[in-house]
């Protein structure tokens, strides 16, 4: 049975970090591109961040560019996004995807506030 499951959201002062993992399990996971994505209040699920199987190819949205880092730990099936300098417009649910997967996790929520 596919699953993934987040964590590690939470609330924190603008400026603060967070560190997001996610853990796959049920599928072949070192070999399949892993995405994180969020979904703002009143908007739609947009991609963050993504990372090849071999962390080879990395790639962010521009307005989280040198402020987030994504990677893998494939011995673990884990993927991780660091997420630095947070601002209030990061505030979302984070989701994990499994490329070729038509599976959605339950997400962690970030709430970045003073």
């Known amino acids: 049975q596919v699953q993934l499951v987040e964590s590690g959201g939470g609330l924190v002062q603008p400026g603060g970090s967070l560190r997001l993992s996610c853990a796959g399990f049920?599928?072949?996971?070192?070999?399949?591109?892993m995405k994180w994505y969020r979904q703002a209040p009143g908007k739609e699920r947009e991609l963050v961040a993504s990372i090849s199987g071999d962390s080879s190819r990395i790639f962010y949205e521009d307005s989280v560019k040198g402020r987030f880092t994504i990677s893998r730990l494939n011995t673990r099936s884990t993927v991780h996004l660091q997420m630095d300098s947070l601002k209030p417009e990061d505030t979302a649910v984070y989701f994990c995807?499994?490329?070729?997967?038509?599976?959605w996790g339950q997400g962690t929520r970030v709430t970045v506030s003073s």
């Open positions: 995807y499994a490329d070729g997967l038509n599976y």
């Open positions: 049920g599928f072949t996971f070192w070999n399949r591109d």
